[in-house]
């Protein structure tokens, strides 16, 4: 079964405006991590951003932010003010369990910045 | 300095031939990985090292063998290359925690012709 879901293929974007990539994830362990990564066309992973399952904040990191809604099992990605440095494809992954090191991706979401 | 480096950074072979991708890092991390990202872009996990000990081993050919010669770096060997490897490999490192993002390297873009 996938335990990363994104439904997004694709995205276009204004720039200067935010945009919502969705993510939603599936695990039975209590205990997990969501992670945002990046990958411009110049094809290196970056990462932008780490939610934790006992987390009771939402995670922020400048620019980026994440709506954990643990009930729903998602963990959206928001970027604020796109620019057009954020052309790219957006992959959501998940770590379950304190002791299991794997990274499960989903099939990602590219976003297009317009100027 | 970069902090995990791979090399090659793009590899052509013809069918048959065996090759090496090498990896390492200097962030100190204890656990390594080797990842497949497919022409979909979909990732999948291949092996993981912690510590120069095999961890995970997904379902891969066995004509896949990793080797870590210490914790600072994990080569990839593969033999018998077919058009199907033809993919780019990645190699990332994480700390002990929950809460750390993977460091990944900039990626090996092998074509098998």
């Known amino acids: 079964a996938q335990k990363i879901t994104q439904t997004q293929p694709g995205m276009f974007v204004q720039e200067k405006e935010a945009v919502t990539l969705d993510c939603t994830y599936d695990t039975s362990d209590p205990s997990y991590g969501l992670f945002w990564y990046k990958q411009p066309s110049s094809g290196e992973m970056i990462f932008l951003i780490y939610?934790?399952?006992?987390?009771?904040q939402n995670a922020t990191e400048g620019r980026y932010s994440l709506n954990f809604q643990k009930a729903r099992k998602s963990a959206n990605l928001v970027i604020s003010a796109s620019q057009l440095g954020d052309s790219a494809m957006y992959f959501c992954a998940m770590r379950e369990g304190l002791y299991d090191y794997k990274l499960s991706f989903g099939a990602g979401t590219t976003v297009t910045v317009r100027a | 300095d970069t902090a995990v480096s791979q090399t090659p950074k793009y590899l052509v072979t013809q069918m048959g031939n065996d090759k090496s991708i090498k990896c390492e890092q200097n962030l100190g991390h204890d656990t390594m990985y080797w990842y497949k990202q497919d022409s979909k872009k979909f990732l999948k996990i291949m092996f993981s090292y912690n510590n120069k000990e095999l961890i995970i081993n997904e379902t891969v050919p066995n004509r896949f063998s990793p080797k870590s010669p210490d914790k600072a770096h994990l080569n990839l060997h593969i033999n018998s290359l077919e058009l199907g490897d033809s993919a780019v490999y990645f190699c990332a490192s994480s700390p002990e925690g929950q809460g750390y993002g993977y460091t990944f390297g900039s990626g090996t873009r092998l074509t098998v012709v």
């Open positions: 939610q934790g399952s006992y987390d009771q």
